[in-house]
């Protein structure tokens, strides 16, 4: 149980463009998500925490314009980054709080950006 | 905020030797303190966790210390093997509700056979 899942697993795109990565709670329902970004070698650093059926609290520092979050279902967030650039570049990982009888955040397998 | 402390930065042993890995946390509200171990490419697993109403916990070859008072919690891996390498991470977070994780800056663990 407790399971989340993400997609896509990895993503190229093009300078400017934007790239959509879903994260999903698979057999349970997830009212807070959260998404963090991962460089190499580095720790996970969180961006912004995802509530379902309101807004996103976004970390400071992080462009809440560029890094858009929606949470319409109590199963599925995203993250849309919006005119990507090569700074963007990244690992982004989403993790869900755990339902009642579970402890532990359960985090998905994540997303590898590459922007080109 | 939480702040978190995690050292060494890396870590080498032999096969079969312990390694210990150390966090300090600065909230004292703090209550609830995972460790993930996270291979290349994956996404992070947890290993281990504890509450702030517990000193320890054991898990076969792991085990977590806490000690509130000085706020510091340890990872300790006995009988370590090569498929143990990986990057270990240490968090905290309030535990109640939906509280954040707050991570430590991660520790590479090198298993040498």
């Known amino acids: 149980g407790a399971v989340v899942s993400q997609h896509p697993s990895w993503v190229i795109c093009k300078s400017g463009t934007s790239v959509k990565i879903e994260c999903r709670s698979l057999?349970?329902?997830?009212?807070?998500m959260f998404w963090y970004r991962q460089f190499p070698k580095q720790s996970l650093m969180l961006m912004a925490t995802s509530n379902e059926g309101s807004k996103a609290t976004y970390e400071q520092g992080v462009e809440k314009d560029k890094f858009l979050i929606n949470h319409a279902s109590l199963t599925l967030s995203t993250l849309t980054v919006t005119s990507a650039h090569p700074e963007d570049s990244s690992f982004y990982i989403c993790?869900?709080?755990?339902?009642?009888?579970?402890?532990?955040?359960?985090f998905g397998s994540g997303t590898r950006l590459t922007v080109v | 905020g939480e702040n978190v402390e995690q050292h060494p930065s890396t870590l080498s042993v032999q096969e079969g030797d312990s390694a210990v890995i150390k966090c300090t946390y600065s909230?004292?509200?703090?209550?609830?303190f995972p460790w993930y171990k996270q291979e290349l490419g994956k996404r992070p697993q947890l290993i281990i966790d504890?509450?702030?109403?517990?000193g320890e916990k054991k898990d076969q070859r792991i085990a977590v210390t806490l000690n509130k008072t000085a706020k510091h919690f340890s990872l300790h891996i006995t009988e370590t093997q090569p498929e143990d390498s990986a990057v270990y991470f240490c968090a905290a977070s309030g535990g109640s509700g939906y509280s954040t994780l707050t991570f430590g800056k991660g520790t590479m663990l090198l298993v040498s056979p």
């Open positions: 993790s869900a709080h755990p339902p009642r009888g579970f402890y532990g955040y359960t």
């Open positions: 909230d004292s509200a703090s209550n609830y």
């Open positions: 504890i509450r702030s109403n517990v």
């Open positions: 057999d349970f329902q997830a009212t807070t």
